[in-house]
Nanobody, 127 residues
Framework: QFQFVESGGGLVQAGGSLRLSCAAS????????IGWFRQAPGKEREGVSC????????NYPDSVKGRFTISRDNAKNTVYLQMNSLKSEDSAIYYC????????????????????WGQGTQVSVSS
C-alpha cells in the first residue's frame, strides 16, 4: 500500500518556524519529483515548493521564496519543508505529493503534475 504521512504541522506565532516532514511507505521516493502544496479554506490549492528526484533543483513561488526550503533524504525516504518567518497568510493544510511517472527538467509546482498525495497536516499561524 502506497502511503505518505505528513507531520510537523501545528500552531505557531507569526515570525516563527516549522518543519514539515513527509515520510513515504510502500514505495521509494528515490528519483521521484516531490511537491509541497497548501490549501486554505475557500482558496484553491497552491504549490509552495518542489524538488527534483535527484534533489539538484528546487522551485518556489514568490509568495514563499526566501522563507521556505524543501529538501529530501532518500535514505530515510522522507521529504522536508522548512518554513521560516511564517505569516498569517501561510495558514493552511499542507500536503506533499509525488510524481510517480518520469519527469525531465525542472520540477513543477502545478498540482496536476502529481499523482500520489498525502493526507495533509494543518499549519496555523497566529498574528
Amino acid at each position: 500500500q502506497f502511503q505518505f504521512v505528513e507531520s510537523g504541522g501545528g500552531l505557531v506565532q507569526a515570525g516563527g518556524s516549522l518543519r514539515l516532514s513527509c515520510a513515504a511507505s510502500g514505495f521509494t521516493l528515490d528519483s521521484k519529483a516531490i511537491g509541497w502544496f497548501r490549501q486554505a479554506p475557500g482558496k484553491e490549492r497552491e504549490g509552495v515548493s518542489c524538488i527534483t528526484g535527484s534533489g539538484g533543483s528546487t522551485n518556489y513561488p514568490d509568495s514563499v521564496k526566501g522563507r521556505f526550503t524543501i529538501s529530501r533524504d532518500n535514505a530515510k525516504n522522507t521529504v522536508y519543508l522548512q518554513m521560516n518567518s511564517l505569516k498569517s497568510e501561510d495558514s493552511a493544510i499542507y500536503y506533499c505529493a509525488a510524481r510517480t511517472r518520469p519527469w525531465i527538467g525542472p520540477c513543477s509546482t502545478r498540482s496536476t503534475n502529481y499523482d500520489l498525495w498525502g493526507q495533509g497536516t494543518q499549519v496555523s499561524v497566529s498574528s
